[in-house]
T-cell receptor, first 113, second 111 residues
Framework: NAGVTQTPKFRVLKTGQSMTLLCAQD?????MYWYRQDPGMGLRLIHY???????AKGEVPDGYNVSRLKKQNFLLGLESAAPSQTSVYFC????????????FGPGTRLTVT | EDQVTQSPEALRLQEGESSSLNCSYT??????LFWYRQDPGKGPEFLFT???AGEEKEKERLKATLTKKESFLHITAPKPEDSATYLC????????????FGTGTRLTVIP
């Protein structure tokens, strides 16, 4: 049981380039989330999904897009990367939206120069 | 507005020296308070969920407690392997139902 996995682990982009981060979970969870973690700030929710084919905006959605074509996968896209998007990105999943723990992946460290 | 404040930012303990980490919160009705452990370069790992004032949960050397305004994570006789950043998060009963995270307490346990 791998839990939540993320690819890639590290990435360096130039300003204006695009990329997609992949999250996969094997726990059959309905709910999936993308967070970013920056120094001195708590984890902040970017987008989330309540099921296959659905997505919703979180706290800091600007500059990001997401897709949930399969239940086990949640993709985070950056169409035109900016230095302000330099961060560590975490994917998480849960079996319910309310009052239950979320399980996190190992993270992707993204640097935009 | 939902707020979570964790203190101290960093804590150094000698092995065996017990202490507590604090998580103060302001939410419009608490649905749940979560504690996570995060090791350097890794994702947060779930520890506890607390739902109502007076509730307590324990796991090995860790004990989490909850009041109407704050939660404590008590560490009894810590070992070097307890060194990590401990994150607190809250979920409110109203609004977007998102988890709102504090900035964490970085704990170092010295042998």
């Amino acid at each position: 049981n791998a839990g939540v996995t993320q690819t890639p682990k590290f990435r360096v982009l130039k300003t204006g380039q695009s990329m997609t981060l992949l999250c996969a979970q094997d726990m059959n969870h309905e709910y999936m989330y993308w967070y970013r973690q920056d120094p001195g700030m708590g984890l902040r929710l970017i987008h989330y999904s309540v099921g296959e084919g659905t997505t919703a905006k979180g706290e800091v959605p600007d500059g990001y897009n997401v897709s949930r074509l399969k239940k086990q996968n949640f993709l985070l896209g950056l169409e035109s990367a900016a230095p302000s998007q330099t961060s560590v990105y975490f994917c998480a999943s849960s079996y319910r939206r309310l009052a239950v723990e979320q399980y996190f992946g190992p993270g992707t460290r993204l640097t935009v120069t | 507005e939902d707020q979570v404040t964790q203190s101290p930012e960093a804590l150094r303990l000698q092995e065996g020296e017990s202490s507590s980490l604090n998580c103060s919160y302001t939410v419009s009705g608490l649905r749940g308070l979560f504690w996570y452990r995060q090791d350097p370069g890794k994702g947060p790992e779930f520890l506890f969920t607390l739902y109502s004032a007076g509730e307590e949960k324990e796991k090995e050397r860790l004990k989490a407690t909850l009041t109407k305004k704050e939660s404590f994570l008590h560490i009894t006789a810590p070992k070097p392997e307890d060194s990590a950043t401990y994150l607190c998060a809250v979920q409110a009963k109203t609004g977007a139902n998102n988890l709102f995270f504090g900035t964490g307490t970085r704990l170092t346990v010295i042998p």
